[in-house]
């Protein structure tokens, strides 16, 4: 029975070229912009860590004085400061903890005849890559005793290796960043996760290829390396950034069950209490947020792709609302046929399946130009300079969505107008031709 | 033409009309709020900054194996070979003039704090916000600022200080919009201000008409006319120097730095971003804007087709379906032209009241936009032009299947169907 009603619909659609055409245009516009759109919005909230995230969280404390707020509308600080940081790291409550910040470094390669060049470094603390689960290549990452010890050590990323090393074990030879030598101990794998949920207010960027290099902290710190961003709670020196009022590094912890999170919320909330207590914090105010929460609540996915989702979408549902008067149209002009198709027996069922067959017909072939038009919309993301271009992809889940957004567009575009053919009364049709 | 026959007539296609209704009022809200965040966006785009942007341009550079320390030798050492840099740009055949700097408006790196008029007032409970310039007594020409009172600073007022020195400059001059917001009466030049908390005072010497600060994100919109310069060169491993060219030499000067700079001093890093035309920074700091506008108006531009198209479609069924009754019509005596009219004057109808629901649309889309993204209220005015739109464009619309209507000879009315 299907296969006559494709075949009734393939001649119907022969016979209105011009309205048929128009449905398919319409119905693949609305589909190629949502789906472009959706893809990308999928990939920039994606989840960065998928099989980590939920055991990471980022670690919040409030040092501002009460009358002079980091935020009037009551924010808690982004960053931590480094005496926070080093009390919380050292008193080893979570499974991992790390802290980190961003720096701009300059990297001079020693053996070939290549011009010196500025990139993103990372300098973190010994936990850094057993908790991000970053795979190593080659090597290893630092320990805390290479950290403490200011050693000159240095883990970098398998682009940086490609470029200085030509992919070869690079391990125990030596990288000149900022004028220094350090000491490569590691080499990551590929690894860039999106968006960088650790690079956040840190001054990296959120998305996009990953950092050139790993330092340990006080290593980078002893070298004269300062963090891109920098926020001060009171005026005073800033030239000893371990001592000052200053707010630059991102500390986060890891907490495998929901015993040790709520165990850490009240070391914290102990924390910041013997703080205020001490005389340093005005407020026991704290903040503990799942990876995923604190990505949601920063809201890191740009206001633009979110602006344009919505236009897509909204776009959507006008070619939806279009499609649904052109098929109307359509099922009305054929009043005469479906009087005789009932007149020789067919029942109300049998023709609203034929008229929904029809509208199906047609979201099949506008999802597959839509698909057409969202690889087009992708296309043309990626050649934009956006810091996330790089990373829009159709994948298999978003292929597949395409075709079901298209269908259940046109099916239940559909519905109405088949439902409208199915109540067309057999007698005054047939009476009239 | 009496109205009643043709609502009549609309009674009958109930489901035809609220559809295009519908489309109608979607596309209108959908219509209206895109071309007033387009309009946002260019305006955000087309307000000058306050430079004279031509024949300007940026060099940013850091040497190799200079003093890193903080020390005043380190330093001093670092000014020397800055001013080696100023000197040997200085002495190029078509530049006409040179300042160190720490950025320019629309450049992605800002040095920002707050101005007070008590000393030791905390950083951020200052009076105003501001932004900080630091360049040297060619700063003004360079840049092409008007000073609109008091004086430019003179080659004495110039000091030199390391980058992580929180010393403030004894003299700073100031943008008329920062000179009035501490100083209503306008009467800023002369009077003393504390820079970031410090205890002692700042004398504001002069004012400039116009210098946006650097960046153009949202959180720096509230301070977005509040620029300070300091008669100060900043000492780091890293320099910038803001050069301006004779007309029309640009593209020649800027070809010419880096050999001119490495022949200065080879232990530097100059990639390709190092020299960059003021052009270059205006197209890269308003790129997403400038794209997100053009996104929206091409959806715009399609939505509208879509709609019209829809119009057409249900339009040339409905002139098909009434066939007959436009013959009979025709046989009655109505001519031509009130055959058109009807159709048209029945799409003023649809379009009008799919219009009325589209303006309540509008507004409730403007009102969740403004919730969720950081968006004024849109004017009334907008709403009134997008009606005109959709009114406008319903009546091209429907005006190919109206006339084919028209052209309905009588005779079809003997006729049987």
């Given at each position: 029975m299907l296969g006559y009603y494709f075949d009734l619909a393939l001649r119907s659609f022969k016979r209105n070229k011009v309205l048929t055409a128009l449905m398919v245009i319409t119905l693949a516009l609305g589909i190629g912009a949502s789906m472009t759109t959706l893809t990308l919005l999928r990939l920039l909230s994606?989840?960065?860590?998928?099989?980590?995230?939920?055991?990471?969280?980022?670690?919040?404390?409030?040092?501002?004085?009460?009358?002079?707020p980091f935020s009037r509308s009551g924010k808690l600080p982004w960053l931590t400061s480094y005496t926070d940081a080093m009390n919380l790291l050292h008193a080893h409550r979570a499974e991992h903890q790390a802290a980190m910040a961003m720096t701009k470094v300059k990297l001079a390669p020693t053996t070939t005849q290549q011009h010196p060049f500025f990139s993103t470094g990372v300098m973190a603390t010994a936990d850094f890559f057993n908790m991000f689960d970053a795979p190593f290549h080659y090597g290893s990452g630092w320990s805390a005793a290479d950290d403490q010890g200011r050693a000159k050590v240095v883990v970098i990323a398998d682009d940086l290796n490609d470029q200085l090393f030509g992919g070869a074990n690079s391990v125990g030879r030596s990288l000149r960043i900022n004028d220094q030598d350090f000491r490569i101990i590691g080499v990551l794998r590929h690894w860039a996760p999106q968006p960088r949920f650790y690079s956040l207010y840190l001054g990296g960027p959120s998305y996009g290829k990953g950092e050139a290099v790993f330092l340990p902290l006080q290593s980078a710190r002893a070298a004269g390396m300062d963090p891109i961003n920098l926020m001060s709670y009171a005026v005073g020196d800033k030239q000893e950034l371990e001592n000052s009022a200053s707010i630059w590094l991102g500390l986060w912890v890891q907490l495998p069950h929901a015993q040790a999170v709520s165990a850490y919320r009240s070391f914290l909330a102990g924390y910041a209490q013997q703080q205020v207590a001490l005389g340093r914090?005005?407020?026991?105010?704290?903040?503990?947020?799942?990876?995923?929460?604190?990505?949601?609540?920063?809201?890191?996915v740009p206001d633009n792709v979110r602006l344009q989702t919505g236009l897509a979408f909204s776009f959507l549902l006008i070619c939806m609302v279009n499609t649904v008067g052109l098929l109307l149209a359509k099922c009305l002009r054929r009043s005469g046929e479906i009087g005789v198709r009932r007149a020789m027996g067919a029942s109300r069922k049998a023709i609203f399946a034929q008229f929904m067959a029809e509208a199906g017909l047609i979201g099949l072939v506008g999802g597959a130009l839509g698909l057409v038009f969202a690889l087009f919309g992708l296309w043309c993301i990626r050649q934009q300079p956006a810091e996330y271009a790089s990373v829009a992809h159709l994948n298999e889940t978003m292929f597949l969505c395409i075709f079901a957004v298209a269908m259940v567009a046109s099916l239940v575009a559909g519905i109405f107008p088949a439902w409208r053919a199915c109540i067309v009364a057999p007698a005054p049709q047939l009476k009239s031709t | 033409m009496s109205l009643h026959p043709m609502i009549a007539a609309l009674r009958k296609h109930k489901a035809g009309v609220v559809l295009i209704a519908l489309q109608i009022a979607l596309t209108l809200a959908i219509v209206c709020n895109a071309i007033f965040i387009i309009y946002a966006r260019i305006q955000n785009v087309q307000r000058p900054t306050g430079l004279d942007e031509n024949n300007l341009f940026l060099i940013t550079q850091q040497w190799v194996g200079a003093p890193s320390g903080d020390d005043p030798a380190s330093i001093q050492k670092l000014d020397a070979m800055l001013k080696e840099d100023i000197n040997a740009l200085r002495a190029m055949p078509d530049v006409e003039s040179v300042t160190p700097i720490n950025s320019v408006p629309l450049f992605q790196s800002s040095w920002n704090g707050a101005m007070s008029l008590k000393p030791g007032a905390e950083l951020r409970a200052g009076n105003a916000r501001?932004?900080?310039?630091?360049?040297?007594e060619s700063l003004m020409k360079t840049l092409g600022l008007h000073l609109i009172a008091g004086r430019n600073f003179t080659a004495a007022d110039v000091t030199n200080k390391g980058f992580r020195d929180p010393t403030e400059?004894?003299?700073?001059?100031?943008?008329?919009?920062?000179?009035?917001?501490?100083?209503?009466?306008?009467d800023a030049v002369g009077k003393v201000v504390y820079l970031d908390g410090a205890s002692t005072p700042s004398t504001i010497i002069g004012e400039v008409e116009r210098l946006q600060v650097p960046s153009v994100s949202s959180w720096a919109?509230?301070?977005v006319w509040n620029s300070t310069i300091e008669p100060v060169r900043l000492n780091a491993n890293f320099s910038r120097y803001a050069v301006r060219t004779k007309p029309g030499r640009l593209d020649a000067v800027m070809r010419q730095i880096p050999s001119t700079l490495y022949g200065v001093n080879p232990m530097r890093v100059l990639d390709d971003d190092s020299v960059k035309s003021f052009k270059d920074i205006r197209a890269e700091a308003y790129r997403a804007d400038i794209g997100m506008a053009a996104l929206m108006g091409v959806i715009c531009l399609i939505l509208l087709a879509v709609t019209a198209a829809g119009i057409v479609g249900l339009t040339s069924f409905w002139v098909g379906q009434r066939h007959r009754q436009i013959g009979v019509r025709r046989a009655l005596g109505a001519r031509k032209i009130d055959i058109l009219h009807y159709f048209q004057l029945e799409n003023l109808m649809i379009a009008g009241g799919g219009a009325l629901v589209g303006i309540a649309l509008a507004v409730g889309l403007n009102r969740l936009l403004m919730s969720k993204f950081e968006m004024d209220s849109m004017p009334v005015y907008y709403v009134l032009v997008g009606l005109a739109v959709v009114v406008v464009l319903g009546q091209i619309a429907v005006f190919v299947p109206a006339r084919r209507a028209s052209n309905v000879p009588p005779v079809v009315a003997t006729r049987s169907a």
């Open positions: 994606g989840d960065p860590l998928p099989q980590k995230s939920a055991q990471l969280f980022y670690v919040q404390l409030d040092p501002y004085p009460k009358d002079h914090f005005q407020r026991s105010r704290y903040g503990l947020s799942g990876l995923m929460q604190w990505l949601d609540s920063q809201q890191v | 501001t932004t900080y310039y630091f360049g040297d400059a004894n003299l700073v001059i100031v943008t008329k919009a920062l000179a009035d917001k501490l100083y209503p009466h306008g919109s509230s301070f």
